[in-house]
């Protein structure tokens, strides 16, 4: 019997899509004829998570195995291995100029790392639950967390500072995505909401949140 696609992700120019799956493999796909291109095989559980690199060379998966790996998008070759997770990774995203990826886990973390040495740069500690979305802001400077602590966290990506804390929805945040222009945050959750906020509220300041119920 064939295993459900977990997770997927396309190209800008619609060419190709990436999928991953519970039979621990990632495809791709070409978007036109619908024809498998290649088959990534190197994880050894599902495959929770994947992303294209912004200039579509590389592509990036999460698996339940705990890593995340680097893949060429054209051979299909396995690059490099990101280990450091303490339970299955569950979110990836690329920076906006490719240099850097960043996952969220089940271990309640987010990192940061080197997509050219591998090397962690900055852990992101501070949801008390599964961090189960990712984002970088469109300039690379700010990253975003969703948990299912029901908070999404903004963070400094030089540092890895919390900046800002998103309260408001009943249950876990399952999506995050940042405005193209960086000044708002997007946020969806199990409690079948979505939510938009301020990313750069003032000091002090409660970020505005405008909710729309998903029917």
Avoid: N
């Avoid at 240099?99 to 997509?115: R, Y």
């Avoid at 000044?183 to 409690?191: A, E, I, P, R, Y």
């Amino acid at each position: 019997m064939r295993q459900p696609s977990f997770r997927i992700a396309h190209l800008i120019s619609c060419v190709r899509v990436l999928t991953g799956s519970y039979d621990d493999t990632a495809k791709l796909w070409d978007a036109t004829t619908g024809r498998e291109a290649l088959t990534l095989k190197g994880h050894t559980d599902d495959v929770t998570s994947v992303a294209f690199a912004p200039d579509g060379k590389r592509v990036l998966t999460g698996s339940k195995d705990g890593t995340a790996r680097l893949w060429d998008a054209t051979t299909g070759r396995e690059g490099l291995t990101f280990r450091g997770h303490t339970e299955p990774v569950c979110a990836v995203a690329f920076a906006p100029g490719g240099e850097q990826m960043l996952t969220g886990s089940f271990d309640d973390s987010a990192k940061l790392w080197d997509a050219t040495t591998g090397q962690v740069v900055v852990t992101l500690k501070g949801h008390t639950d599964d961090v189960k979305a990712v984002a970088f802001a469109p300039d690379g400077q700010r990253v975003l967390t969703g948990s299912g602590d029901r908070t999404a966290k903004l963070w400094d990506a030089a540092t890895g500072r919390e900046v800002l804390t998103l309260k408001g929805h009943r249950r876990g945040v399952s999506g995050v995505a940042f405005a193209p222009d960086g000044q708002q945050v997007l946020t969806g959750s199990f409690d079948g909401t979505a939510r938009l906020w301020r990313s750069h509220p003032e000091a002090g300041a409660v970020p505005e949140a405008r909710a729309a119920q998903a029917k």
